[in-house]
């Protein structure tokens, strides 16, 4: 083989990946067929096409977001289970100039940290929210969390979530909707549609670029390790099955900015 050819072939298989991402920490220590991996590239899509990259603040949660801790060539923090949505919004508070996000699972957002989210969103800070759903709390072994589907197993309702005992699971943009400005942006995409996941991503972050309020994406992501699914069983729930509860759209979208 000449050196021009092999230089193609090196070109064709170096895998495509967002100039954001820090390459040194490639692969990445999520699990096979793992979702936040999915939501992670369309966030790092969403920053390439901003260009923003200097000015984003990423922080991650604990659970299996805080695998992310060096995913971004990108200031990060990391903070506390439940505790991002503040940690961003005091770095926002002290440096409005930064583009600040905070990303986490559905527990830390829904369970453990659901009253900084409720208030951010309430006080209209001008952060983004960025939550995967993958229906339970993975990194502890895949207990039942605010997001377990009625009748899906987990270790802690091996029987299946009974919503009489347990309640209806979470539905976080319909909630953030309800209760934030007109000038908030809140949609539910999923890893299912990554196109449709980029463009909602860059929608959120255009919001605070634009200094107008919250903004909030759900993406409804998989957990085959703790789903305890093949890779097919796992794309069918996330494709299927999620979104007959969670529905997937926009559900807040401000006026463009005028001038
Ligand atoms: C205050 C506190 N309580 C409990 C824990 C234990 N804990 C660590 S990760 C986790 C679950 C994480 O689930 P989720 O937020 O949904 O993220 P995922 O791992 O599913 O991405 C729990 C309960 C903790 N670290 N801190
Ligand atoms: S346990 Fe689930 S959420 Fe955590 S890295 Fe593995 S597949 Fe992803």
Known sequence: MSECMEVTATTLLEPKMPRSW?????????CPGCGHGDVLKALGTAIDDLGIQDRVVFGCDIGCSLLAWDFFECDTVQAHH??????????KRARPDRICIAYMGDGGGYAIGAQHLVNAATRNERITVILANNTNYAMTGGQMAPTTLPGQKTETCPYGRDIEAMGNPTLGPEMVAAITKENAYVAR?????MRQLTTMLKKALQNQID????????????????????????????EKEMPNYFKVGELKVPAPKEG
Do not use: Q, Y
């Open 22 to 30: 820090r390459r040194a920490s490639k692969p990445h220590k999520f």
């Open 211 to 238: 200094g107008r309020g919250f903004s909030f994406v759900e993406a409804l992501a998989s957990c085959p390790t703790n789903w305890r699914m093949n890779a097919k069983s796992t794309w069918d729930f996330v």
């Open 82 to 91: 439940g505790r991002t949505t503040p940690v961003i919004t005091g770095i």
């Open 189 to 193: 995409g999923t890893m299912a549609n």
